[in-house]
């Protein structure tokens, strides 16, 4: 027989041992589960850059990396380019070159850098060295000069979508014309391109804006207010053809006023002025002897201006400069003025020669003083006039006809070159005046 109590406490020490048992195996469970969650699950981040870095394993990339084109499905890699022109440098005619400074930005998708922001604290994007990831290959055709950007860096976004902002400041080859100079309007090309990629199936260039929106930021950013002022700007788009293969071009031309006041007051006004006073000594009361002293000053005066055109002006070009025509005309309207000068004093001069001899001859015998004769053998011997001839029996009188006619004839000679003189200056100036208008 067995004992009551201890029955009864044989019935309550098992559901003890049983609970007890359960709890450690309950714990153990939790231990392990919680051990191989956390080896399996995703790290927990600490919010900062260096978690994406890491995430997007970076730091082991090798660099061959960065010269793969990113691209899937044989679609190309597009490129968006915009363009911010922020100062006009220099503009040199001799050499035929023009500096600029501008930003360009760079825009393009890279779907092998993508992270989801909501793992990473909302953080959506990151700044990285240009040399972390691959990046558009691109240079500039008209370059001859220049300096490198300094700001390599690049912004990725979490979608994968690098931003590239970089300024450029460079010397570019332009075909400068300056037939209408210093009234001119000149069109340099800037050719953004890559020919490492083709266009069709690898590398595309695109302009994220229109020319107006681009001009209207431009003019807001523009520094420099010296010679050349931005007038306008266009774009062009193609696909340049090199060993049957297409790469894509974007050019912006840009178009630039010269601003022609230092020109005027320094060049032009000078020479008009100079022409001014040449035509009034032509048309003054002096003396032709002194207008020809003068005239001479004023052209050594008007050369000392071109030396100094000589010195801003290309050494060849297709076509004259308008300015150089206005100047050689000038000049040449100068020479003509001294010429006529020249030969009104020599008309006059000869005028003057027979009618002294032919006065000596033509004087009176009867009007001549009658003095004593004792005074005669004193006095020496005097000049003997010989009589007067009548018209038709001798030289004096056809002499006295042509002086008679050439003694009005000189005024009248002098007026018609004058105004001659003075009307060919006016359809000189008149032409080029129209040239640099049209």
Same mark, same amino acid.
């Given at each position: 027989m067995t004992c009551p109590g201890l029955v009864h406490k044989t019935h309550?020490?098992?559901?003890?041992?049983?609970?007890?048992?359960?709890?450690?195996?309950?714990?153990?469970?939790?231990?392990?589960?919680?051990?191989?969650?956390?080896?399996?699950? &995703?790290?927990?981040?600490?919010c900062t850059y260096y978690d994406i870095v890491d995430y997007l394993n970076i730091s082991s990339?090798?660099?061959?990396?960065?010269?793969?084109?990113?691209?899937?499905?044989?679609?190309?890699?597009?490129?968006?380019?915009?363009?911010?022109?922020?100062? /006009?440098?220099?503009?040199?005619?001799?050499?035929?070159?023009?500096?600029?400074?501008?930003?360009?930005?760079?825009?393009?998708?890279?779907?092998?850098?993508?992270?989801?922001?909501?793992?990473?604290?909302?953080?959506?994007?990151? +700044?990285l060295p240009m040399d972390t990831y691959w990046s558009p290959p691109i240079f500039i055709l008209e370059r001859v000069n220049g300096q490198n950007p300094e700001l390599n860096y690049m912004v990725l976004m979490h979608n994968g979508s690098f931003?590239?902002?970089?300024? =450029?400041?460079?010397?570019?080859?332009?075909?400068?014309?300056?037939?209408?100079?210093?009234?001119?309007?000149?069109?340099?090309?800037?050719?953004?391109?890559?020919?490492? =990629?083709?266009? +069709?199936?690898?590398?595309?260039?695109?302009?994220?804006?229109?020319p107006a929106e681009i001009m209207k930021d431009s003019k807001s950013l523009i520094l420099t207010d010296g010679e050349w002022q931005f007038t306008n700007l266009s774009i062009i788009e193609f696909t340049e053809m090199m060993d049957h293969k297409g790469f894509s071009v974007v050019t912006y031309v840009i178009s630039m006023?010269?601003?022609?006041?230092?020109?005027?007051?320094?060049?032009?006004?000078?020479?008009? &002025?100079?022409?001014?006073?040449?035509?009034?000594?032509?048309?003054?009361?002096?003396?032709?002897?002194?207008?020809?002293?003068?005239? /001479?000053?004023? /052209?050594?005066?008007s050369s000392m201006l071109a030396v100094i055109l000589n010195n801003s002006l290309p050494t060849s070009s297709n076509k004259p400069p308008i300015i150089v025509v206005f100047f050689l005309g000038t000049f040449l309207l100068m020479i003509m003025a001294v010429l006529d000068t020249l030969f009104l004093l020599y008309?006059?001069?000869?005028? %003057?020669?027979?009618?002294?001899?032919?006065?000596?001859?033509?004087?009176?015998?009867?009007?001549?003083?009658?003095?004593?004769?004792?005074?005669? &053998?004193?006095?020496?011997?005097?000049?003997?006039?010989?009589? %007067?001839?009548?018209?038709?029996?001798?030289?004096p009188a056809k002499h006295?006809?042509?002086?008679?006619?050439?003694?009005?004839?000189?005024?009248?000679l002098e007026k018609v070159l004058l105004f001659s003189h003075l009307f060919l200056s006016l359809f000189f100036f008149t032409v080029i005046s129209v040239k640099w208008s049209s």
């Open positions: 309550g020490t098992i559901p003890l041992l049983i609970w007890k048992q359960e709890m450690m195996q309950a714990v153990f469970v939790a231990i392990l589960t919680f051990t191989l969650g956390t080896a399996g699950a &995703a790290p927990k981040y600490l990339h090798d660099k061959l990396h960065t010269y793969i084109l990113p691209k899937i499905n044989l679609k190309p890699v597009e490129v968006k380019v915009d363009f911010f022109l922020v100062a /006009i440098l220099s503009v040199v005619e001799k050499l035929q070159t023009v500096s600029f400074y501008f930003v360009l930005n760079l825009e393009w998708q890279n779907p092998f850098a993508t992270w989801d922001p909501r793992d990473f604290c909302n953080i959506s994007e990151i +700044v931003n590239s902002t970089r300024p =450029y400041q460079v010397t570019l080859t332009c075909s400068l014309v300056i037939f209408k100079f210093p009234f001119d309007t000149q069109m340099c090309n800037l050719s953004i391109a890559s020919f490492l =990629y083709p266009a +069709v199936t690898d590398f595309v260039m695109k302009t994220r804006r229109t006023e010269r601003r022609p006041t230092l020109y005027i007051l320094n060049l032009i006004l000078p020479t008009c &002025a100079l022409y001014l006073l040449d035509m009034a000594v032509l048309f003054g009361p002096s003396s032709l002897e002194e207008k020809i002293n003068f005239q /001479i000053a004023i /052209i050594l005066g008309q006059q001069r000869k005028s %003057r020669r027979p009618g002294k001899v032919l006065r000596s001859f033509q004087q009176d015998p009867q009007e001549l003083p009658k003095r004593p004769p004792g005074k005669l &053998a004193k006095e020496g011997p005097q000049l003997l006039h010989p009589p %007067r001839k009548a018209p038709g029996q001798g030289q006295l006809w042509q002086l008679r006619e050439l003694e009005p004839f000189l005024p009248v």
